[in-house]
């Protein structure tokens, strides 16, 4: 009689867990739909984003390698 309870713990929380990541994903595909029409219609061409450089530290050295570029990722998105 535990064993048949224990399947029928596991059986409910394996539900309301899909229930939740469900409705999660639901709602946050819904935002999306919702606000994606109103971003196409007021693109305006943004000012090209500064980059930044990552430069080595002074060293004795006589020739140094080339910077590595850093992105951000968008605030927005």
């Known amino acids: 009689m535990a064993i048949l309870g224990l399947v029928y713990l596991a059986v409910i929380f394996i ?11 639901a709602v ?4 999306s ?3 994606k029409p ?3 219609e007021e693109q305006k061409p943004s000012p090209p984003k500064p ?3 990552i430069v080595e530290k002074k060293r ?4 140094y390698g080339k910077p590595r570029e ?6 927005d998105a």
């Open 28 to 31: 946050a595909g819904f935002r």
């Open 51 to 53: 980059v930044y450089y």
């Open 60 to 63: 004795a050295k006589k020739t």
């Open 15 to 25: 539900a309301c867990f899909a229930v939740v990541h469900v409705i999660k994903l």
């Open 38 to 40: 109103a971003q196409a």
């Open 70 to 75: 850093i992105s951000f990722k968008d605030k």
């Open 33 to 35: 739909i919702k606000h």
